[in-house]
């Protein structure tokens, strides 16, 4: 499975973006699907999660209620939906694939395919 994460970009505080995801190599409609992200200096950090039905979500508390992460199986396709952007939110940002759901999303460790990473910078 390949995963090209595209749809970054410099946006200024309280903007928009939406991020895609596109698998190849296979279809990854039976596999979770996440983003995270990595901020300079820091570690990768979880930010959503969906199940492979789009049935079940998670997030993390920074983004809550910010950001929506959903999915079209038809088109191999994870997208991240992000609103109200802060400063804190500038970062890499990296979809991912797992072969199986192993109880959490959270954890870096579960997610068996990752993409290239998209910059997201936000400005004030």
């Known amino acids: 499975v390949q995963l090209q994460a595209f749809g970054g970009g410099l946006v200024q505080a309280g903007g928009s973006l939406r991020l895609s995801c596109a698998a190849s190599g296979r279809t990854v409609s039976s596999y979770p699907m996440s983003w995270f992200r990595q901020a300079p200096g820091k570690e990768r950090e979880f930010v959503a999660a969906i199940s492979w039905s789009g049935g079940s979500t998670d997030y993390a508390d920074s983004v809550k209620g910010r950001f929506t992460i959903s999915r079209d199986n038809a088109k191999n396709t994870v997208y991240l939906q992000m609103n109200s952007l802060k400063n804190e939110d500038t970062a890499v940002y990296y979809c991912?694939?797992?072969?199986?759901?192993?109880?959490?999303?959270?954890?870096?460790?579960?997610?068996?395919?990752w993409g290239q990473g998209t910059q997201v910078t936000v400005s004030s």
């Open positions: 991912a694939a797992a072969k199986y759901y192993t109880g959490t999303y959270r954890i870096y460790d579960v997610w068996d395919y």
